[in-house]
């Protein structure tokens, strides 16, 4: 499922400082959980590779909001 692998990539992109069960379970914004700037350039890169999509960060620093971002990106076809 989408939001889990987003979570994933969160939590790799964390450099181990946040689980992906951590970041499913958070209702807050990535960076009250500890992601950092880098966090956010890592998790970018990312979710580009992982996905094939461009894909800016600002304004979306919840997990709910990233894979709202992300649902029409990667369901569309090709």
């Known amino acids: 499922m989408l939001k889990e692998r ?12 946040l689980t992906t069960a ?3 379970a958070a209702d ?3 960076t009250a ?3 950092t700037s880098l966090g956010h350039i890592r998790l970018i890169d990312a979710i580009e590779d992982e996905f094939g999509v461009d894909i800016e960060l600002g304004g979306l620093d919840t997990l709910d909001g990233l894979v709202g971002r992300l649902s029409p ?3 569309r076809p090709s």
Do not use: I
């Open 22 to 24: 951590e970041v499913l």
């Open 73 to 75: 990106l990667v369901d």
């Open 28 to 30: 807050c914004a990535l």
């Open 33 to 35: 959980l500890g992601l």
């Open 6 to 17: 987003v979570a994933a990539l969160v939590a790799q992109a964390s450099d181990g400082e």
